[in-house]
């Protein structure tokens, strides 16, 4: 069975492991980096990351961006979103429709 | 009580010298003023390290590595308290809620085929290593003979039913009844009220967060500890009432104040991390009398409680600075020290 990551400071994804996922504690983006690349080997569908650790590592994570799996999406950490997330979401639905959809009107 | 063993004060002449010494080096309001005031989570940390936090040899190579350094000094006031006091019993009693947690830990990563990871708390007054080992060998005849009969419940009861919440209800209601039965072999109003004191605010939260959650009687009545100094029926007819009747009915009792000084903060988030300051205030409080105490194990109590206080302030302190929590929430939620 598939798995999910979240990768991101303790204290921002401790409570993913209350509903199952698993979780990976970092303190620098090199760990991140890291991580990230040894779960992507491994049975991991999906990967959640905090953004605080995805803007300094994106290079990484455009890396996996064309395959398959591991779907990575950043999600925002305990100092609140830097906007990543819905970037990703917003260029993804382009690249799928041909036009922006979703966010249109603002 | 039939048989209650007396503590014998004149015991204690030399501990008690000690941890009045030692106590002196206890974080006082300017201290834990100054970590909260620090511009940066190292900054903090330093002060720890200047208190003397942790042990010769344990290295903090990043403050993110403060755990380590709490979790040092913990040991460390265990060991000492079991350095001076001359009976183990009633200083491993405050362990008792470490090895229920370990117990829960080992027995639910069995279950779940998983390993148990670093979510052990130590000191406990079973070492996790030996405790590990018996539950494995499904061989406890060492433990106390509570923990035994409650972990063989807990195997027993999973066996049947498949439902891992139930070691939690088992587990948590035997730590209090194991608690409570220790502390009423002794013959000492301090351990026996401080114990009674407990496991009424265990209740109390237990209470609330049922209420909460818009729990039945049924669910309740299960989790409950009995032994507690508030009659169960309070709980049974407040239970679908407003809060304020319940506050109005255990208004005479001696955690009247507490109540009426939580329930504001209650109505107004819904949260009961207000209603689990002012507890661990409550009990601060009470061990606060140890310090009049001239001999007995009085001292030595209030040491521990002020100590674990501490250690909880600390890592308040250095999760709020790590997560850039503004320094007046960290103030709120920092518990009055016993210094």
């Excluded at chain 2, 209030?302 to 007046?328: C, F, H, P, W």
Aim: hydrophobic residues 40%.
């Amino acid at each position: 069975m598939y798995k999910i990551g979240v990768i991101g400071d303790k204290d921002s994804i401790l409570g993913f492991k209350a509903i199952g996922m698993s979780v990976f504690p970092v303190t620098t983006s090199n760990e991140a980096e890291e991580i990230l690349d040894k779960l992507a080997r491994e049975e991991y569908a999906v990967i959640y990351i905090t953004e605080q650790f995805a803007k300094d590592i994106v290079s990484t994570i455009d890396k996996y961006s064309d395959d398959r799996f591991p779907a990575i999406i950043p999600i925002p950490g305990n100092q609140g979103s830097l906007g990543i997330g819905m970037m990703g979401v917003k260029k993804n639905v382009e690249r799928a429709v041909g036009a922006d959809i979703l966010f249109r009107d603002e | 009580m039939p048989n209650q063993k007396k503590i014998k004060e004149s015991e204690f002449n030399y501990a008690v010298a000690r941890i009045r010494a030692i106590e002196k080096g206890l974080l006082d309001k300017t201290k834990f003023d100054r970590m909260v005031e620090a511009k940066t989570p190292d900054e903090a940390l330093k002060v720890l390290l200047e208190a003397g936090y942790g042990r010769t040899g344990t290295e903090v190579k990043s403050v993110f590595e403060y755990e380590k350094l709490l979790k040092d000094e913990s040991k460390k006031v265990y060991e000492l308290l079991n350095e001076l006091a001359p009976g183990q019993e009633v200083i491993n009693m405050f362990l008792l809620s470490n090895d229920y947690h370990n117990a829960k830990v080992i027995l639910k990563a069995e279950f779940s085929g998983q390993t148990e990871g670093s979510i052990f708390i130590e000191p406990g007054s079973v070492p996790v290593e030996k405790l590990k080992l018996m539950i494995k060998d499904r061989n406890m005849k060492e433990l106390p003979e509570i923990m035994q009969k409650a972990i063989e419940e807990c195997i027993d009861t999973y066996n049947r039913t498949g439902d891992p919440q139930l070691i939690d209800l088992i587990l948590d209601k035997a730590q209090y009844r194991h608690m409570l039965s220790i502390s009423g072999s002794f013959c000492n109003k301090f351990i026996n009220e401080l114990v009674l004191s407990l496991v009424d605010l265990t209740n109390i939260k237990i209470f609330l967060r049922a209420k909460n959650l818009n729990k039945t009687w049924d669910f309740l009545q299960k989790i409950l500890i009995p032994g507690g100094s508030i009659d169960i029926k309070v709980f049974f007819e407040n239970l679908d009432a407003p809060l304020e009747n319940f506050v109005q009915a255990i208004k005479y009792s001696r955690y009247g104040s507490l109540l009426e000084n939580s329930i504001e903060s209650i109505n107004r988030t819904g949260s009961l991390s207000g209603f689990e300051k002012l507890s661990d205030n409550f009990i601060t409080s009470f061990v606060k009398k140890a310090r009049y105490v001239t001999f007995g194990i009085e001292p030595l109590i209030g040491y521990l409680m002020a100590k674990e206080t501490e250690i909880k302030n600390a890592r308040i302190i250095m999760v709020g600075k790590i997560n850039n929590i503004s320094n007046d929430i960290i103030r709120e939620r920092l518990r009055e020290a016993y210094v």
